[in-house]
């Protein structure tokens, strides 16, 4: 397997998780506003799936920049050495 094809599972996989995520947040969305509110569990389920889903996305840019063979972006470089942007992990 080459380290393109890897890639591209990679990202293959990453997606197929965030549809995951996507289907779970679609069954939230009847949930009230209020009810919403008034529901911790469901906002710390709610704001974490869209946290990783975030975090997903930015490992899908990652991996296409390293297979178009551009440099990570320096801010990116920056957040890296402070921990404020890890791997993306699949369960």
């Known amino acids: 397997m ?3 094809s890897i890639r ?3 990202i293959v996989d990453i997606a197929e998780y ?4 996507l289907a779970v947040l ?13 529901d911790r569990e469901l906002r710390d389920v709610v704001e974490r799936r869209f946290e990783t889903m ?6 899908i840019a990652r ?3 390293v297979d178009l063979e551009y ?3 320096e801010s990116e470089r920056r957040n890296r050495l402070r921990g404020a942007a890890r791997p993306f992990a699949l369960p």
């Open 8 to 10: 591209v599972d990679r």
């Open 63 to 65: 991996i296409l920049l």
């Open 71 to 73: 440099s990570v972006p």
């Open 18 to 21: 965030i549809e995951e995520y």
């Open 26 to 38: 679609s069954s939230k969305q009847a949930v009230d506003f209020d009810a919403y509110v008034a």
């Open 2 to 4: 080459t380290d393109r």
């Open 54 to 59: 975030t975090q997903a996305c930015l490992d």
